[in-house]
T-cell receptor
Framework: GQNIDQPTEMTATEGAIVQINCTYQ??????LFWYQQHAGEAPTFLSY??LDGLEEKGRFSSFLSRSKGYSYLLLKELQMKDSASYLC??????????WGAGTKLIIKP | IAGITQAPTSQILAAGRRMTLRCTQD?????MYWYRQDLGLGLRLIHYSNTAGTTGKGEVPDGYSVSRANTDDFPLTLASAVPSQTSVYFC????????????FGPGTRLTVL
């Protein structure tokens, strides 16, 4: 079966750095996405990785290791507005997205 | 219209009733998708359309139907609603089917009693 695992909840302090991990087992791999979802709102796109390595975009970075079935999202200089759920999704061999349940990130002052 | 819209925002429905959730995008995207999101679960794909005139089944299609008569609209119909269809429904679109990012509508919160 297909499976995406990520922690249910994490807590971090404003101004700090947090790493959200995602491991996956899917039938085929055509890339990994990270989305941000604030409570009661729609998911919004953060990043896409298809090759191994680190992609940096401002305060957010995403890493992928295809051989390990592993990705992480790194958030630096945390701000209160970063409090949200972070969704990991893998595009399988049928080009359909398989989604993790999301990691709720709580930022404390 | 800017982006992707959904209607209604929320709805309470009696079991057994028919309901159509509407989705419209103005980005001229070829691909559109319907997901449901339930607490503790990831988004699950219900149906998709790679281009106008074609549709396909996702992970959880039973009890739902879709049509794609034109590029902009992608309605989702529940023929006879059941309580297990209580969920938040998101419509999404992407420029092309495949590895393009998906843009999501604001969602419809549906409660079936």
């Amino acid at each position: 079966g297909q499976n995406i695992d990520q922690p249910t909840e994490m807590t971090a302090t404003e101004g700090a750095i947090v790493q959200i991990n995602c491991t996956y087992q899917t039938s085929g791999f055509n890339g990994l996405f990270w989305y941000q979802q604030h409570a009661g709102e729609a998911p919004t796109f953060l990043s896409y990785n298809v090759l191994d390595g680190l992609e940096e975009k401002g305060r957010f970075s995403s890493f992928l290791s295809r051989s390990k079935g592993y990705s992480y999202l790194l958030l630096k200089e945390l701000q209160m507005k970063d409090s949200a759920s972070y969704l990991c999704a893998v595009m399988d061999s049928n080009y359909q997205l398989i989604w993790g349940a999301g990691t709720k990130l709580i930022i404390k002052p | 219209i800017a982006g992707i819209t959904q209607a209604p925002t929320s709805q309470i429905l009696a079991a057994g009733r028919r309901m159509t959730l509407r989705c419209t995008q103005d980005m001229r995207h070829n691909a559109m998708y319907w997901y449901r999101q339930d607490l503790g679960l990831g988004l699950r794909l219900i149906h998709y359309s790679n281009t106008a005139g074609t549709t396909g089944k996702g992970e959880v299609p039973d009890g739902y139907s879709v049509s794609r008569a034109n590029t902009d609209d992608f309605p989702l119909t529940l023929a006879s609603a059941v309580p297990s269809q209580t969920s938040v429904y998101f419509c999404a679109s992407s420029s092309i089917a495949g590895t393009d990012e998906q843009f999501f509508g604001p969602g419809t919160r549906l409660t079936v009693l």
